[in-house]
């Protein structure tokens, strides 16, 4: 160490390279140097030039890799600024030279095609020579055809510059070294704003960040990827010192993008990073690696974020193709490893002409930070750039859906006007939207009631879109003189007006016009919900937004508690106007459903259903905590899954808005409190709702929570309960609970027998089963679950059928189907959608039919009659949203991995009146399209990804008959899962000769050929599931097929992830 020392000395004492440079060293606080590998030197007349090279190997067996280079020309402009402590230098950077390199290409790769360009020639070697021989303009290589004879080619040509990138990294930077090696923090020049680029400059300077404390061997230290905690090494020779660095996963308190939704138990990084140092304080070298892994397998509870991969047991017989497929792993391929260099090659003395370029000392720095930044908005804009690219001419596109020549790209405009809304370009008059709509104004409007398919797709692309013209129109179309669309066609266009982001005061007004013009009619509801929808929205006035509200308020006031149906109505569109309700309103609501409640439990259970977007309001919370504590099993029930809902609610809202974590999903109060005593004691009054209260703290995101759901299975033996459950859905069971770790199971339902599980409480709960049993002494009933995809994404189906009369010889009855589905994508959960239909003739003769579907939180309604006319409807409701699954920068690579979720209800409804019995048949379709993809950006030049496709559906067909009689059967279309990898090439072309005009482009994706199927259903599949069976008949228990009511082993498994934390 002396020896260092010395050295040191006298190379302050007589300089270096004959003494023309000047050294100084950093200053280092007393008694600190002792401890110190080097101390940093600062010869602030000369400038380092460094080489930095990077290596991207991304997405598995696809084997992408990309070479990075550039030059880092760095100079030590002396002592820091005294805000960073007194012990730090203040260090200038340049940037030069960047250049991206393919290092294999794909072995069958695709012409590389743009809409813009010709044929690129793919012949390098051959072009540059032809620019040799004078064939060419200098500087200019064409896409296109070659060209002989000296013609000059034809616009648009590409660049050929050997640096592209030179003019976007010409602003040099700055950044502070502390004593001890840490980087304290990276200026940049104040109009020095792209992201992309201040992110790659960053790396040179993260390469010298280190400890140079040997008594350090952990410490906190940032990176480009985050904050972590690092593990040192140290290794001081005489004429260089070495510090080596390690860091894994759980090491990171902080990943660099705040919008990042990265899954910390589900993302392996790993990561070894060396720096050099010479005798006298010179950073002379480094090298790191870094490898990452997403979408890993975890253990233990945790609800969506568990992965199970395995298969239940199979029946023999049972031919269901989705059971008998093995589960794949999609995430398989989500690999990306990186390493780096960089060393020093050069010294240069400083001069005032380099300074000048290099060293730039009229500009404003400002402070940035090592950790990388995130542009939100980045996976947005570059999925957009290349649907865009894809899409081709809209005015064609569109053309050929009318003529349903092309019908597919239609969807690739769904996600083209959806992504312009969320970047607030939906009133450009450049955006897609207002293309889409000029061509909606050419498509004559009465025709639409009889090509109503074409037009309800085209009226949907408009809400999507959004503004101010798609509202104009979609205004027009609910005009029934000028479109004569029928009031199920209106419907339509009121639920797609729903989905509508950021709606204006515009079409509340219109719609509040028609709502007190036709206050009596059957579309009322569906006005009533929609107008409620829009008015929650963040782009409606509060006064506005008041007028939606009074109008609700006045009818829930006016209505008596004889009137439920009516009553619930109202609920269901209070609870549409979100988290905007006035403490007016909620004190209200729980009037109403304290008051009418006491004779009509559903009024109760509405009330509370209404109010959850405003469960954290102090009103509230006291109403729903008495009604734990003192009302029945069904009251209870609905609080706990009126809060589940809510927690899942603003999980899918975090995926997709700023929306901050909130109660129930974080914190821990009184009803929390109520909620855990009672789990853990299950006295008789909550018994009843073990299940729920289980899930409630399941998903809750609290450490209190996870200790009592861990207190609770020691307790009560859960893992050791459901493995000796293996049951084949034919037995029934009562609860039981003891300290005595009495062996239990959760009830469950037959459907060869009355009964109800909580595992079923999402399609009705134990109160209406009740209900139903004491009003209907003849009656069939039946539940279900399935689940079609692999463990990593996958949609969850819920079915029930039930069929009531009130004796052999009433005409009193009631017809009842509703499907629920949930889908997944990694630890990502999200709503599919809710279908339910009912029809009630009541003992006055009057007939009560509904049909709902609730969406993304919101009810939507179709128009129906009160009459004992049957109506025959077909509906269908798309939602298109954007889910961000994970989101890292690792060294210059930076990666966005999400999710265009495009989840749809198709539903067909039929109801036949023959004689006194009346049939009611609902055919609830389920598709779920996911176009997942993994990017990786390497700065600016080049991207290389992954897409995922997902194809998934499932459909029932259920019968019921005031008879009563119930049957119904269950399948699926074709489904696939795919994989395909490639990359493109971003490059400067010349549009116009003079005067010059350049601009960047992408080219199109050179493909890695073949794609990868990873999972497939090839044909269609149908299969009973329950025969025609009516009161008084008894359903054979042996032929009953493996979608039973019971659970099967399907579900089964699925309980065991709930409550086994092992898996």
């Given at each position: 160490m002396q020896f260092v020392h010395i050295l040191a000395v006298l190379a302050i004492l007589f300089g270096r390279q004959g003494g023309d440079a000047v050294d100084t060293y950093v200053n280092v606080p007393s008694g600190a140097l002792p401890n110190l590998v080097t101390r940093l030197r600062c010869a602030t007349s000369e400038t380092l030039l460094y080489k930095y090279e990077t290596t991207t190997q991304l997405w598995g067996t696809s084997n992408q890799q990309f070479r990075t280079r550039c030059d880092a020309h760095i100079t030590c402009l002396g002592a820091a600024p005294a805000s960073y402590g007194g012990n730090a230098l203040l260090f200038n950077a340049f940037i030069n030279h960047v250049e991206v390199t393919p290092l294999n290409a794909p072995r069958n790769p695709q012409d590389y095609v743009n809409p813009d360009l010709d044929q690129l020639d793919e012949d390098r070697t051959d072009l540059l020579s032809k620019l040799s021989s004078g064939l060419y303009v200098p500087l200019a290589i064409t896409r296109g055809k070659r060209q002989t004879g000296g013609v000059r080619p034809q616009l648009p040509a590409v660049v050929d510059e050997p640096y592209p990138l030179d003019d976007d990294m010409a602003t040099p930077y700055q950044f502070v070294q502390n004593y001890d090696g840490k980087i304290l923090d990276v200026l940049f020049a104040a109009a020095d704003t792209d992201i992309e680029i201040r992110n790659f400059k960053r790396n040179p300077v993260a390469a010298r960040n280190t400890e140079l404390n040997q008594r350090t061997n952990k410490a906190q230290t940032n990176g480009i990827t985050g904050q972590h905690t690092a593990t040192f090494s140290f290794n001081r020779g005489r004429s260089a010192s070495t510090v080596s660095k390690a860091y894994a996963s759980k090491d990171f308190t902080q990943f660099a993008a705040p919008s990042a939704t990265n899954d910390a138990a589900t993302t392996q990084i790993d990561a070894q990073e060396t720096q050099t140092f010479s005798a006298d304080g010179d950073f002379t070298s480094a090298s790191g690696r870094l490898s990452a892994r997403f979408g890993l397998d975890i253990g233990g509870s945790g609800g969506a974020a568990t992965f199970s991969s395995g298969r239940p047991a199979l029946d023999?017989?049972?031919?269901?193709?989705?059971?008998?497929?093995?589960?794949?792993?999609?995430?398989?391929?989500?690999?990306?490893?990186?390493?780096?260099?960089?060393?020093?090659?050069?010294?240069?003395?400083?001069?005032?002409?380099?300074?000048?370029?290099?060293?730039?000392?009229?500009?404003?720095?400002?402070?940035?930070?090592?950790?990388?930044?995130?542009?939100?908005?980045?996976?947005?804009?570059?999925?957009?750039?290349?649907?865009?690219?894809?899409?081709?001419?809209?005015?064609?596109?569109?053309?050929?859906?009318?003529?349903?020549?092309?019908?597919?790209?239609?969807?690739?405009?769904?996600?083209?006007?959806?992504?312009?809304?969320?970047?607030?370009?939906?009133?450009?008059?450049?955006?897609?939207?207002?293309?889409?709509?000029?061509?909606?104004?050419?498509?004559?409007?009465?025709?639409?009631?009889?090509?109503?398919?074409?037009?309800?797709?085209?009226?949907?692309?408009?809400?999507?879109?959004?503004?101010?013209?798609?509202?104009?129109?979609?205004?027009?179309?609910?005009?029934?003189?000028?479109?004569?669309?029928?009031?199920?066609?209106?419907?339509?266009?009121?639920?797609?007006?729903?989905?509508?982001?950021?709606?204006?005061?515009?079409?509340?007004?219109?719609?509040?016009?028609?709502?007190?013009?036709?206050?009596?009619?059957?579309?009322?509801?569906?006005?009533?919900l929609t107008m409620a929808s829009v008015a929650s929205r963040d782009t409606i006035p509060e006064e506005v937004r008041a007028s939606v509200s009074d109008l609700l308020l006045s009818e829930l006031q006016e209505s008596s508690c004889e009137q439920a149906d009516a009553i619930i109505d109202v609920l269901q569109a209070v609870g549409n106007l979100g988290d905007t309700l006035s403490d007016r309103m909620i004190d209200d609501v729980i009037a109403k459903g304290s008051v009418c409640g006491r004779t009509h439990e559903a009024v109760s259970q509405a009330s509370m259903y209404a109010l959850r977007d405003v469960s954290d309001d102090d009103a509230v919370q006291t109403y729903y905590r008495q009604s734990l504590l003192d009302e029945d099993c069904d009251i209870k029930?609905?609080?706990?899954?009126?809060?589940?809902?809510?927690?899942?609610?603003?999980?899918?809202?975090?995926?997709?808005?700023?929306?901050?974590?909130?109660?129930?999903?974080?914190?821990?109060?009184?009803?929390?409190?109520?909620?855990?005593?009672?789990?853990?004691?299950?006295?008789?009054?909550?018994?009843?709702i073990g299940e729920e209260l289980y899930r409630y703290l399941e998903m809750k995101k609290n450490d209190k929570a996870v200790e009592i759901l861990e207190e609770f299975r020691k307790n009560y033996d859960v893992e050791e309960l459901l493995e000796d459950e293996e049951d084949d859905g034919k037995q029934s069971y009562n609860a039981t609970y003891s300290h005595e770790r009495q062996k239990r199971a959760w009830d469950h339902k037959t459907c060869s027998s009355w009964g109800h599980s909580t595992y079923y409480n999402i399609l009705q709960t134990s109160g209406e089963f009740s209900s139903d049993k004491n009003v209907y002494s003849?009656?069939?009933?039946?539940?279900?679950?399935?689940?079609?995809?692999?463990?990593?994404?996958?949609?969850?189906?819920?079915?029930?059928?039930?069929?009531?009369?009130?004796?052999?010889?009433?005409?009193?009855?009631?017809?009842?189907?509703?499907?629920?589905?949930?889908?997944?994508?990694?630890?990502?959960?999200?709503?599919?959608?809710?279908?339910?239909?009912?029809?009630?003739?009541?003992?006055?003769?009057?007939?009560?039919?509904?049909?709902?579907?609730?969406?993304?939180?919101?009810?939507?309604?179709?128009?129906?009659?009160?009459?004992?006319?049957?109506?025959?409807?077909?509906?269908?409701?798309?939602?298109?949203?954007?889910?961000?699954?994970?989101?890292?920068?690792?060294?210059?690579?930076?990666?966005?991995?999400?999710?265009?979720?495009?989840?749809?209800?198709?539903?067909?409804?039929?109801?036949?009146?023959?004689?006194?019995?009346?049939?009611?048949?609902?055919?609830?379709?389920?598709?779920?399209?996911?176009?997942?993809s993994a990017q990786a950006d390497l700065v600016k030049l080049i991207r290389g990804g992954i897409t995922i496709g997902v194809n998934l559906n499932f459909l029932i067909e259920t019968v019921t008959e005031s008879i009563p009689c119930i049957s119904g059967q269950y399948g699926y279309d074709p489904m696939t899962i795919s994989i395909e990898a490639w990359y493109q090439i971003r490059s400067k072309i010349k549009v116009q000769w003079w005067p010059p005009k350049i601009k960047w482009t992408w080219g199109s994706r050179k493909k890695y050929s073949p794609s990868s199927l990873k999972w497939k259903i090839s044909s269609p599949y149908r299969r009973t599931w329950l025969s025609r069976s009516c009161d008084g008949s008894n359903i054979a228990v042996t032929s009953l097929p493996p979608f039973t009511a019971g659970l099967s082993n399907d579900a089964k498994t699925q309980l065991r992830s709930f409550f086994n934390p092992r898996g």
């Open positions: 023999p017989d049972d031919e269901d193709p989705v059971l008998r497929t093995a589960d794949v792993d999609i995430a398989d391929d989500l690999t990306a490893d990186a390493t780096f260099q960089m060393s020093l090659s050069t010294r240069a003395k400083r001069s005032a002409e380099t300074d000048d370029i290099a060293v730039r000392n009229d500009l404003d720095y400002v402070s940035g930070g090592l950790m990388a930044e995130d542009d939100r908005d980045s996976g947005r804009k570059n999925q957009l750039e290349i649907l865009l690219q894809s899409i081709g001419n809209v005015y064609d596109t569109l053309n050929q859906f009318v003529t349903r020549k092309s019908p597919s790209k239609l969807t690739t405009l769904k996600d083209i006007v959806r992504i312009e809304n969320e970047l607030d370009r939906e009133n450009k008059q450049s955006s897609m939207i207002f293309k889409v709509a000029n061509f909606v104004k050419k498509v004559n409007a009465r025709n639409c009631r009889d090509e109503w398919t074409t037009c309800s797709e085209l009226y949907q692309l408009l809400a999507l879109g959004g503004g101010s013209v798609a509202e104009r129109l979609l205004v027009e179309r609910l005009d029934p003189v000028l479109t004569q669309l029928t009031e199920d066609q209106q419907a339509d266009v009121l639920n797609y007006i729903t989905s509508m982001p950021k709606p204006s005061s515009y079409i509340l007004y219109f719609m509040k016009r028609i709502y007190n013009s036709e206050k009596t009619s059957t579309l009322s509801p569906t006005i009533r029930a609905a609080v706990i899954t009126t809060l589940i809902d809510r927690m899942f609610r603003i999980q899918e809202q975090q995926y997709t808005e700023s929306v901050e974590s909130k109660w129930p999903l974080i914190g821990f109060n009184e009803i929390d409190e109520i909620v855990a005593t009672n789990l853990l004691n299950l006295t008789d009054e909550f018994t009843c003849k009656r069939r009933h039946c539940l279900a679950y399935k689940r079609v995809g692999v463990s990593k994404v996958n949609a969850k189906l819920y079915a029930g059928i039930f069929a009531g009369k009130q004796s052999a010889s009433s005409s009193q009855y009631k017809l009842f189907t509703k499907m629920v589905g949930k889908g997944q994508i990694f630890s990502k959960t999200f709503d599919i959608g809710t279908v339910l239909a009912y029809r009630i003739r009541s003992s006055s003769g009057s007939v009560s039919q509904k049909r709902y579907m609730v969406v993304a939180g919101k009810a939507l309604v179709k128009p129906d009659t009160n009459s004992d006319a049957c109506n025959t409807r077909t509906w269908g409701y798309e939602r298109n949203f954007y889910i961000p699954i994970y989101k890292i920068t690792i060294y210059i690579a930076s990666i966005d991995i999400g999710a265009q979720i495009r989840p749809r209800f198709e539903v067909n409804f039929i109801c036949k009146a023959k004689g006194s019995n009346t049939l009611l048949k609902v055919q609830p379709k389920a598709i779920l399209r996911i176009a997942a």
